[in-house]
């Protein structure tokens, strides 16, 4: 892990990617480290973990941030489950795994969705929650997706494509060797 030095703290500027299997499985998340208390990071729809390196890299030492590579995103594994209970029961694992209870669970849009639910189905694994962008009941229509190319020979072309869209997810798209 690199850090670089500030006059009040170590600030983290790498985080360590890691690993679990759960079912068979591949979920894989960015543990920034640092003695602070524990955070869970939830990404929204079409994000992923490292959409969190900003919010690591501001709140330093305080916090170890573990922003989770939800399932179907990132470089987790693309499971053919996406119910709600999938998404909680994964979240909990990550937090087993890495010897965590008691953390405070942060979540935007669809992980602000599974945070709160996580903290109900699993309140010794949750001291304190914090969602943002989502309501109690989350029933957006996401088929306008359906449209969007999977593939594209070069990452600009896949955001030129996108149109509108692209400002939302620039953050999440990969470029592969192949395209």
């Known amino acids: 892990m690199t850090s670089t030095s500030s006059t009040s ?21 960015l543990d920034f480290g640092g003695p602070g208390r524990p955070l869970l990071a939830l990404h ?5 973990g490292r959409t ?10 305080s916090w170890r ?12 594994d693309c499971p053919t ?4 209970t999938g998404y909680i029961e994964d979240a ?16 935007h849009s669809l992980g602000g969705v599974n945070a709160y639910q996580l ?13 943002e962008d989502v309501g109690a009941e989350a029933e957006g229509d996401l088929s306008f997706s359906l449209s969007w190319p999977h593939r594209t020979p070069t990452r600009a072309e896949l955001l030129e494509r996108l149109g509108e869209s692209a400002g939302y997810l620039v953050g ?8």
């Open 9 to 29: 703290s170590t600030i983290l500027t790498e985080s360590r990617r890691a690993a679990t299997v759960v079912a068979g499985r591949r979920l894989s998340f």
């Open 44 to 48: 929204g729809h079409f994000g992923e």
């Open 52 to 61: 969190c390196a900003g919010l690591a890299r501001e709140l330093g030492d």
């Open 65 to 76: 941030v573990i922003a989770l590579d939800q399932r179907g995103h990132g470089l987790s």
């Open 81 to 84: 489950d996406f119910s709600r």
């Open 92 to 107: 909990a694992a990550v937090l087993e795994h890495v010897g965590v209870d008691g953390a405070v669970v942060l979540g």
């Open 119 to 131: 903290a109900a189905r699993h309140p010794d694994l949750v001291d304190a929650l914090v969602v």
């Open 172 to 179: 999440a798209v990969r470029e592969y060797p192949d395209g």
